[in-house]
């Protein structure tokens, strides 16, 4: 009885990942000058947005040139996919990926 408890928990929590990666767009090529405010004014047309991370350089405190947006829906996130990659952004030309699990090598 315990390990279907156990099976159906690793299920819930494997399907709620690739949940989120299908959700959740890697955003790169963007401007130093981008801001999250930036980013979710660029994204929020297509569909509610739950989380945006937008890394920083600590020196010079501009836009690391990257950054992830999280939508509510997976549609959303399909739909800002196919419209904004290769879009021209502040002259720039953005590429816009589904996020990726990060994999580390020892």
């Known amino acids: 009885y315990m390990g279907i408890v156990f099976s159906k928990i690793s ?4 399907m709620e990942a690739d949940n989120y990666y ?14 999250p405010e930036t980013l979710r004014n ?12 937008l890394p920083f350089d600590q020196a010079s405190k501009k ?5 992830f947006v999280e939508f509510d829906e997976v549609e959303d996130a ?3 996919q196919f419209n904004l990659d290769e879009a021209e952004v502040y002259g720039r030309v953005i ?8 994999s580390y090598t020892h």
């Open 63 to 67: 836009s690391r040139g990257y950054g």
């Open 22 to 35: 299908a959700r959740t767009l890697f955003v790169g090529n963007l401007d130093e000058t981008f801001t």
């Open 11 to 14: 299920i819930i929590v494997s």
């Open 78 to 80: 399909e739909h800002a």
């Open 95 to 102: 590429n816009v990926r589904y996020a990726k699990p990060v």
């Open 42 to 53: 660029l994204f929020q047309t297509f569909g509610e947005i739950k989380n945006i991370e």
